[in-house]
């Protein structure tokens, strides 16, 4: 059974930076993808960035240049690294793990919400000054 809890979020001012953490266990240490997915209020959750077992990476559009993905696989963590965070990142962020070919493919190469993603409780980052 994967379990997946996500730490590191908090209130920060604009063009301030975190780093939150994603402590994975019970995932297949062979063929896996671990994501960051963020719901601001009143929208939708949207794909932000994803790491594979391969240690392919992605990342949306809007956080290219800004946010870094990487693990440690000794501790079973991803982390995502935030710079210059904005008011517009303000969001519950969550971390999913899928650990089949068809959904890495969605999940990590497209950023896609799928149903087959095993999610931790979330962590909330507020960008406000």
């Avoid at 059974?1 to 297949?28: D, I, T």
């Amino acid at each position: 059974q994967v379990q997946l809890v996500e730490s590191g979020g908090g209130l920060v001012q604009p063009g301030g930076s975190l780093r939150l953490s994603c402590a994975a266990s019970g995932f297949h240490p062979d063929y896996y993808a671990i994501g960051w997915f963020r719901q601001a209020p009143g929208k939708e959750r949207e794909g932000v960035s994803c790491i594979n077992a391969y240690d392919g990476k992605t990342y949306a559009d809007s956080v290219k240049g800004r946010f870094s993905i990487s693990r440690d696989n000794a501790k079973n963590t991803v982390y995502l690294q935030m710079n210059s965070l904005e008011p517009e990142n303000t969001a519950v962020y969550y971390c999913g793990e899928v650990n089949d070919a068809r959904s890495v493919n969605a999940m990590c190469e497209q950023l896609r919400d799928i149903d087959t993603i095993v999610w931790g409780k979330g962590t909330t980052v507020t960008v406000s000054s």
